[in-house]
């Protein structure tokens, strides 16, 4: 079964071809294309939701066609198209699921709305070592920052969640503090690597609470205090400030999943979405979870970020497993707001 996935959910636009016969019944990835606009949303320190539909819209088709040229397959040969339904961008989702079920429609073939998140929960499935359920996952990006136990495709239960910014959201707000580019995290990252991660003590929020929670706002504030603070010495001290800001946002992170392990028996973890590109937090959890004895996975470097490949990778797996099936059905309607447990309802 041949599957082409849309993802149009805010920043970028992927498109991806899986296959679901190949690599002893996980679906292989075929073929992807990516375009980023970040450097379009630079000039004005984020996301213009506008702007961005409008760039998914010149961007989509391109991107189809790249997508099946490389993998030398016609699109009749297509059996599924899906698309990201959501959470999301409500113009950006609309492109994308407009796209899809208009070429599925064109096609005489069945459609399928994919939820963002289970995209990057099942994305490491396309890893050399794909995991095995159930597991904890980690949830960690921009928008999201969520603790789940992952007992099989489509049955998802929430431990605990971000009660105000995300992570990736504290990464962002920071670099801007810090007076970064945009995209901030991984600006921040690279200058925190020139510095001193324990020359500012800055707060952990919820930490030491029983509870799975996270909460970043509070360390966005200590950055700005911090940063006032600092005055003319801001620019001496900038890496240091940025590496105290990374190894607070990590080390709550690393603990809330080892407590999630603990919580449940659990020995895997899966880490998901583009804060799980960091380095920093790759080697502690690796660190952490080894003494734990439990194992870590991840997706590609590459397929961090918001793609293609991870909607239809998801497509894929609902489908084989059993959990829902495919329909030429053409109507659509995208969900901006979209608890990840509450999948099964939508």
Known sequence: MWILGIESSCDETGVALVRTEARGGWPQLVAQALHTQAAMHEAYGGVVPELASRDHIRRVLPLIQQVMQQAALPLSELDVVAYTRGPGLAGALLVGAGTACALAASLGKPVLGVHHLEGHLLSPFMGAEPPTFPFVALLVSGGHTQLMCVKAVGNYELLGETIDDAAGEAFDKSAKLLGLGYPGGPALSALAALGNPQAFALP????????????????????????????????????????????????????????????????????????????????????????????????????????????????????????????KNYAFHVLPRWPLAQIATA
Do not use: W
């Open 204 to 327: 952990r929020p919820l930490l030491h609470q029983p509870n799975l929670d996270f909460s970043f706002a509070g360390l966005k504030t200590a950055v700005l205090t911090q940063s006032r603070k600092l005055g003319d010495e801001l620019a001496a001290r900038k890496a240091d400030l940025a590496a105290s800001t990374q190894a607070a946002i990590v080390e709550v992170l690393v603990k809330k999943s080892v407590k999630a392990l603990q919580h449940t028996g659990l020995k895997t973890l899966v880490v998901a979405g583009g804060v799980g590109a960091n380095r920093m937090l790759r080697e502690q959890l690796q660190k952490d979870c080894q003494a734990l004895g439990a194992k870590v996975h991840y997706p590609e470097p590459e397929l961090c970020t918001d793609n293609g490949a991870m909607i239809a990778m998801a497509a894929a797996m609902r489908i084989n497993s059993g959990v829902e099936t495919a329909q």
